[in-house]
Every structure is written in C-alpha cells, then in structure tokens.
C-alpha cells in the first residue's frame, strides 16, 4: 500500500503562482509513474500531468502546458505541481495518484490516491 499525502494549496490571484507537494509514505516511491490530476464539482476528474519513475519523461494537458511543471524528488519521496500564470478556470481540488504504467492520462490506471488539496484561483 502506498499513502499519498498532498500539500500546498491555498489562495491565490489570477496571474499568481502555487507550487503544490505530494509526499509519499512508502519506500518504493521511485518504482511508481507519479500524476496531478484535478475536479470541481460537478466533473468528472480530470488529468493535469504525470511524470516517470526516474523523471525522465513527462506528459501534460494542454490546458496546463507551459504554465504548468511537474517535477519529483526520489530521496525525499516527493512530487511537486509548480503553476504559474493561474487562471480562475484552474480552481479545482488537486489529487496526486500513483500507478506503475505508463499510461499517464487516465485515472483508470492509477493505483493510490492522495486526499486532495483546494487550489482557488480568484479573478
């Protein structure tokens, strides 16, 4: 079993940045492709970007692409979700996942998920 536990998320002004956390509790943490993924209520969960066990790759939606970097830190069991340029449409509850695929876009292949953390973004 692995326990997802993100962090970071708060309040902030369009144009403003964010840089949200996820730690892990296992020690296999370097095995596992690593995810953001985010939902308002009412929709469905949607994909913000994953990144590979060893970092070598990356994926992101194009609604994030370029505003948004994923990034991760094996020693420390750490992922990080740094977004800059927010939007108020980037208002959502963020959730770190987990699988061991490569299949980064799709919630159906993530094995463990974090609680979630509220990311605001006010006009």
């Known amino acids: 079993q692995v326990q997802l536990v993100e962090s970071g998320g708060g309040l902030v002004q369009a144009g403003g940045s964010l840089r949200l956390s996820c730690a892990g509790s296992?020690?296999?943490?370097?095995?596992?492709?690593m995810g953001w993924f985010r939902q308002t209520p009412g929709k469905e969960r949607e994909f913000v970007t994953a990144?590979?066990?060893?970092?070598?790759?990356?994926s992101y939606a194009d609604s994030v692409n370029g505003r948004f970097t994923i990034s991760r830190d094996n020693a420390k069991n750490t992922i990080y979700l740094q977004m800059n340029s927010l939007k108020p449409e980037d208002t959502a509850v963020y959730y770190c996942?987990?699988?061991?695929?490569?299949?980064?876009?799709?919630?159906?292949?993530?094995?463990?998920w974090g609680q979630g953390t509220q990311v605001t973004v006010s006009s």
């Open positions: 996942a987990a699988q061991r695929l490569w299949a980064p876009t799709r919630t159906q292949t993530y094995d463990y």
């Open positions: 296992g020690r296999t943490f370097s095995n596992y492709v």
């Open positions: 990144i590979s066990s060893n970092g070598g790759m990356t």
